[in-house]
């Protein structure tokens, strides 16, 4: 993740780090290890030196000591942008989360989006924006639409044609100035739906609520865990009679969430609708579909289109 190649502030801990990389990639996974280990004993308070650390000895299956790195982690940032606590619970050494640190999530997108279309689209198949939209032109033309979790626009690309007004919020600044150079949304803002509705930026003086007749969230749901604060933020977006489609990984699971190796989260069909029913928002359409290929294998989702009662 590009967060662990921050520089140390230190050369020689650097030029270590970075021949440890190429014998990671050679193979050569013990010989990376040792070099990890002399640079942070180089510079024992470079969180991202130890969150390496951690990632290579969990390789080795050698957990306990993999353990250790990741609380290293934590100690030295306990903002937890690298997702020390995500790999802990991974590990059996913490409960999963109900989501990650927003400050994580923040990070890895604010890092990955200058290259986040080319490997998301280009490399990886991603079709989830196209396919959520023909599900949702049948009822087009939108008065106002919110995109949440906008990324770099690919959504917002989609349902321009279909709505009047179109709203983006995103956690990552850099994505958000991304998806602004596409020229599509009449309005865009950083906010982190994991928050409640009233520590949200999503409703203000002139952000309204109830204001919108569809909300969209393509590929944002898999960075949370639990849903207990989206789905009351969509209600209060939404309009009566207003769509919200969006997708999820499958969990292949009965109920609930579960944290994958990815650091993303999947999430039960049952799950899903037992918070649709909760929120009063009616199922009209669920697809099962291939969201993307994550190490060359598809990665199976589902997309859902529900209505506001």
């Avoid at 959504?155 to 850099?174: C, V, W």
């Avoid at 949370?224 to 009566?240: D, I, M, R």
């Avoid at 359409?285 to 506001?308: A, T, Y």
Wanted: aromatic share 8%; charged share 25%.
């Amino acid at each position: 993740m590009p967060p662990a190649q921050l520089s140390s502030g230190d050369a020689i801990a650097d030029r270590r780090m970075d021949y440890a990389r190429m014998l990671f990639d050679g193979g050569d996974l013990q010989a990376a290890l040792e070099l990890v280990e002399q640079a942070v004993e180089l510079v024992p308070a470079w969180a991202a030196g130890w969150f390496r650390l951690g990632e290579y000895r969990e390789k080795a299956s050698l957990v306990e000591h993999a353990v250790e790195a990741f609380r290293k982690v934590l100690a030295i940032e306990p903002q937890d942008i690298f997702g020390a606590r995500l790999k802990l619970a991974l590990l059996g050494a913490e409960e999963v989360p109900e989501h990650p640190p927003s400050r994580y999530v923040e990070s890895l997108f604010d890092g990955y989006a200058d290259r986040f279309e080319t490997a998301l689209v280009e490399k990886l198949g991603y079709s989830v924006p196209a396919r959520l939209a023909e599900m949702l032109v049948t009822a087009a033309p939108y008065r106002l639409a919110v995109d949440l979790g906008c990324g770099t626009g690919l959504m917002g690309l989609e349902a321009r044609p279909m709505t009047r007004r179109l709203e983006g919020f995103d956690l990552s600044l850099n994505m958000i100035e991304k998806a602004r150079q596409k020229h599509i949304y009449d309005h865009l803002a950083q906010a982190d739906i994991s928050l409640l509705a009233d520590r949200t930026t999503l409703f203000s003086d002139v952000l309204a609520r109830h204001r919108a007749d569809l909300v969209m969230a393509a590929d944002v749901l898999i960075y949370l865990g639990s849903l207990q604060t989206v789905f009351p933020l969509v209600t209060e977006l939404l309009a009566p009679g207003g769509l919200f489609a969006f997708s999820i990984e499958d969990a292949g699971v009965d109920e609930g969430f579960v944290l994958r190796d990815s650091l993303r989260y999947a999430h039960s069909e049952d799950y899903i609708r037992q918070l649709l029913d909760l929120h009063h928002l009616r199922l009209l359409e669920i697809q099962r579909i291939d969201l993307r290929h994550d190490r060359g294998k598809p990665v199976g989702g589902m997309l859902f289109l529900s209505q506001k009662q």
